[in-house]
């Protein structure tokens, strides 16, 4: 039982470059998550999804698009990288307990993070 | 901005307790309380939650005073291991609000 698996782990690109980051879980897991983190900084939410073809903005989602296509991988890309993006990336999911969010807590499971850096 | 206000670091003897203590004055009935630690760079691991009565598991317990605006995060017997950042997070939904978080270390 992998957990949550983001590859790669290390990326350096070039500003203008794009990529895409990987997220695969084996837990069966509802929602899925894409964090960033910065250098002294709390994680912070860019896209999420609560559903095999949903998707939807969090805090930080410009510059990043998001597919959920299949329900245990949740891809992030950058169509155009900018030094700006360099961070670590988290990726996450999480399967509510109790019958819904309203009722339930949402406990999540994190990958070993994504180092990308834009120079 | 994140919902809820943590001391910037603290210090601990290992073997003894740590407390770790969370300000969280704006929640609201249907929120909980979690407590997430992140080793180094790793990825944030999960702790322990709670709504409303104190928690207990295997790795630590959770008090959360009665009129739910403050709760402590106790680590029984401090290890090197427990060095971390400890994030506390009230929410109601799946959209968690981080914050800087505690900088817990254990001294031997």
């Known amino acids: 039982n992998a957990g949550v698996t983001q590859t790669p782990k290390f990326r350096v690109l070039k500003t203008g470059q794009s990529m895409t980051l990987l997220c695969a879980q084996d837990m069966n897991h509802e929602y899925m998550y894409w964090y960033r983190q910065d250098p002294g900084m709390g994680l912070r939410l860019i896209h999420y999804s609560v559903g095999e073809g949903t998707t939807a903005k969090g805090e930080v989602p410009d510059g990043y698009n998001v597919s959920r296509l299949k329900k245990q991988n949740f891809l992030l890309g950058l169509e155009s990288a900018a030094p700006s993006q360099t961070s670590v990336y988290f990726c996450a999911s999480s399967y509510p307990i109790g019958q819904g969010m309203s009722s339930g807590a949402n406990v999540l499971t994190f990958g070993a993070g994504s180092r990308l850096t834009v120079l | 901005d994140a919902k809820t206000t943590q001391p910037t670091s603290m210090d601990c003897a290992e073997g003894r307790a740590a407390n770790l203590p969370c300000n969280h004055s704006?929640?609201?009935?249907?929120?909980?309380v979690y407590w997430y630690r992140q080793i180094h760079s790793q990825g944030p691991q999960y702790i322990i939650h709670?709504?409303?009565?104190?928690e207990t598991n295997e790795m630590a317990s959770l008090i959360i005073t009665e009129d739910r605006k403050s709760s402590t995060l106790i680590l029984p017997h401090a290890t090197l291991r427990d060095t971390a950042v400890y994030y506390c997070i009230t929410a109601s939904n799946y959209q968690l609000i981080w914050g800087a978080g505690t900088k817990l270390i254990i001294k031997p």
């Open positions: 709670g709504l409303k009565n104190n």
């Open positions: 704006t929640i609201s009935g249907n929120e909980y």
